[in-house]
T-cell receptor
Framework: DTEVTQTPKHLVMGMTNKKSLKCEQHMGHRAMYWYKQKAKKPPELMFV???????INESVPSRFSPECPNSSLLNLHLHALQPEDSALYLC?????????????FGDGTRLSIL | DAKTTQPPSMDCAEGRAANLPCNHSTISGNEYVYWYRQIHSQGPQYIIH???NNETNEMASLIITEDRKSSTLILPHATLRDTAVYYC???????????FGAGTRLTVKP
């Protein structure tokens, strides 16, 4: 069981659609993360939010737009995606951005772009 | 951050200890060693982490060599449910961009 909840679990969308992925945690964590994972590959960091502010953007294309409305919620807005963006999108959180505490992951949203 | 090297795959008999090695020869003094695993169709699961001393929790033990250039994750009594990809990661505590390597695919066999 994971304490980081991601919705939806599966999403199929066309290249012209706009959709959003949602991530929620109620552990009081102040750092939240988005990762992208292609099949048979390790997760790759996309974005980091520290105290609700974007602190790291790993040169992610602008068709991915993150948002952190409050300390418990993290969104990833998707627009005009490409077929190569099909992947598992993982959210994680940690207690603080700058401590040794581990990251806790959700089970991801499996995204397919038609 | 320092990089890690792990064998791509390992097998282990059910009920036996699984010993997963990780090489991090360029680790710096303020970098921690973290272990995660990822079971098929799930998100990565935190297992254990340490800086210098050996660590043990309900899931596993972490043995770090004195020079800190390598470590071993020990699952004392492997079960079929321990079949997963195991990732060894090193990072500085103040730096929260965690980088995953290729990991070790552990298969526990009956």
């Amino acid at each position: 069981d994971t304490e980081v909840t991601q919705t939806p679990k599966h999403l199929v969308m066309g290249m012209t659609n706009k959709k959003s992925l949602k991530c929620e945690q109620h552990m009081g964590h102040r750092a939240m993360y988005w990762y992208k994972q292609k099949a048979k590959k390790p997760p790759e960091l996309m974005f980091v939010y520290s105290y609700e502010k974007l602190s790291i953007n790993e040169s992610v294309p602008s068709r991915f737009s993150p948002e952190c409305p409050n300390s418990s919620l993290l969104n990833l807005h998707l627009h005009a995606l490409q077929p190569e963006d099909s992947a598992l999108y993982l959210c994680a959180s940690s207690l603080q951005p700058d401590g040794d505490q581990p990251q806790h992951f959700g089970d991801g949203t499996r995204l397919s772009i038609l | 951050d320092a990089k890690t090297t792990q064998p791509p795959s390992m097998d282990c008999a059910e009920g036996r200890a699984a010993n997963l090695p990780c090489n991090h020869s360029t680790i710096s003094g303020n970098e921690y060693v973290y272990w995660y695993r990822q079971i098929h169709s799930q998100g990565p699961q935190y297992i254990i982490h340490g800086l210098k001393n050996n660590e043990t929790n309900e899931m596993a033990s972490l043995i770090i060599t004195e020079d800190r250039k390598s470590s071993t994750l020990i699952l004392p009594h492997a079960t079929l449910r321990d079949t997963a990809v195991y990732y060894c990661i090193v990072r500085v505590a103040i730096n929260n961009d965690m980088r995953f390597g290729a990991g070790t695919r552990l298969t526990v066999k009956p």
